[in-house]
């Protein structure tokens, strides 16, 4: 169902939850929405993570969007419970960090509006969360030119006290 959001957006929505990701031997994160070209941060990862699982506390399931975020190098962790084995007293759609959390019935055409408004939310979420890291980049690169400007004028002290040391 949410590839169909994914496509109509011009976002590419890959199943990978058969193969490894980042962390050795990890499978952790079952599709990767890679924002589309013509998006703010196109390339960006939103990693979805599908359960149908009743053994999931609410604790547990931030775990494994926090794993499943860094295994496939995502931004985003969209967490799509299954209404029929959602932990009791779930909020049906949630933010927690970098983290959203929805409760969705595949046979109930009535929650499709929630996983769409969840995905939207991802894709927000994700937007943000990359424009911070460039702007970060941009930071560091600016730091990098002010740490090589430190090195020359340091070369230039150790010439200084060489030549002073020579004095005759």
Same mark, same amino acid.
């Not at 994160?29 to 149908?52: C, L, R, W, Y």
């Not at 926090?66 to 932990?87: E, G």
């Given at each position: &169902?949410?590839?169909? &959001?994914?496509?109509?957006?011009?976002?590419?929505?890959?199943?990978?939850?058969?193969?490894?990701?980042?962390?050795?031997?990890?499978?952790?994160?079952?599709?990767?929405?890679?924002?589309?070209?013509?998006?703010?941060?196109?390339?960006?990862?939103?990693?979805?993570?599908?359960?149908?699982?009743?053994?999931?506390?609410?604790?547990?399931?931030?775990?494994?969007?926090?794993?499943?975020?860094? $295994?496939?190098? %995502?931004?985003?962790?969209?967490?799509?419970?299954?209404?029929?084995?959602?932990? %009791?007293?779930?909020?049906?759609?949630?933010?927690?960090?970098?983290?959203?959390?929805?409760?969705?019935?595949?046979?109930?055409?009535?929650?499709?509006?929630?996983?769409?408004? %969840?995905?939207?939310?991802?894709?927000?979420?994700?937007?943000?969360? $990359?424009?911070? $890291?460039?702007?970060? %980049?941009?930071?560091?690169?600016?730091?990098?030119?002010? =740490?090589?400007?430190?090195?020359?004028? =340091?070369?230039?002290?150790?010439?200084?006290?060489?030549?002073?040391?020579?004095?005759?």
């Amino acid at each position: &169902h949410l590839q169909a &959001h994914c496509l109509a957006a011009d976002d590419v929505f890959d199943a990978v939850g058969d193969t490894s990701g980042v962390i050795p031997r990890s499978k952790v994160g079952d599709f990767v929405v890679t924002m589309g070209p013509d998006s703010a941060v196109a390339g960006a990862n939103i990693v979805v993570e599908a359960k149908a699982s009743g053994v999931y506390t609410l604790k547990a399931t931030l775990e494994e969007a926090d794993v499943a975020r860094r $295994n496939r190098s %995502a931004s985003v962790c969209l967490f799509v419970h299954s209404s029929q084995t959602a932990p %009791a007293g779930l909020p049906e759609l949630h933010r927690w960090g970098l983290d959203i959390v929805v409760v969705w019935d595949a046979d109930d055409p009535a929650t499709d509006v929630r996983l769409k408004a %969840a995905y939207l939310l991802a894709k927000a979420l994700c937007v943000r969360a $990359n424009q911070h $890291n460039e702007e970060e %980049a941009a930071s560091l690169a600016e730091m990098d030119v002010a =740490i090589e400007a430190i090195r020359k004028q =340091i070369a230039g002290f150790e010439e200084i006290k060489t030549s002073a040391r020579t004095v005759v």
